[in-house]
């Protein structure tokens, strides 16, 4: 039986921790404290860290745990230089963490070297770092629009019920943003009151579901005439088409000021 849960980390990151009762896998530790006392307070053994991107609020534990006495696996893309990774992988490349099957994806985007983790257990988890977020999306610091739309589809075209491990508590901005896109979606204005209750005690909106994403996040709904509509509306010069790529950038620019 595994347990899956966010630990919080500066003012809105989370660490993933996925463990059996005894041995823990973590994902993305941007600070050691933290995760130390989340191990130390459910009585676990970090077995493994797994690393999706190179930025600083994802890596920056790693040096401490390690001096703290960490000598497990480190595992992140093949892509980036990132200090202190033992093994480094990329598409198509398996894993095996505590007895389950991970796999790894390519997801460029938010930077040019992104991974992502699923691992395939029933329902999967996925860990997809700053590439996707609750009704979001990462920012494009390293990769191109076209690579982030694609890397974007990649996820999606995993199973439905698939739950998303997203690396910041960024779903409420995130969705005020998809209802000026879409104001008439009744996924959103539902995803807004349950999200909001739970942030008002304090809870994470994390994991969602893939599934929730397909019918909320603006920047997997491409193929959605309303949000084609909404992209073309807010850059009428040079009309925007229906491509992906073109509606998914529209809406990119668009929330880089919203
Ligand atoms: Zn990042
Ligand atoms: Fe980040």
Redesign the pocket.
Known sequence: MLSLLPVPAFADNYIWLLHDGRDALAVDPGEAAPLRQALQALGLNLAAILVT?H?G??VGGLAALRAGGFEGPVIGPAGEAIEGLTQTVAEGERLQCLGQDIQVLDVPG?TAGHIAFVVACEPPILFCG?TLFGAGC?RLFEGTPAQMQASLAKLLALPPQTRVCCAHEYTLSNLRFAQAVEPDNPALAARLQADQAARNTNRPTLPSTLALEAATNPFLRWNEPGVRAAARQRAPQPAVSDAPVAVFTALRQWKNQF
Request: glycine share 14%.
């Open positions: 991107h930025h609020d994802h938010h700053d990462g």
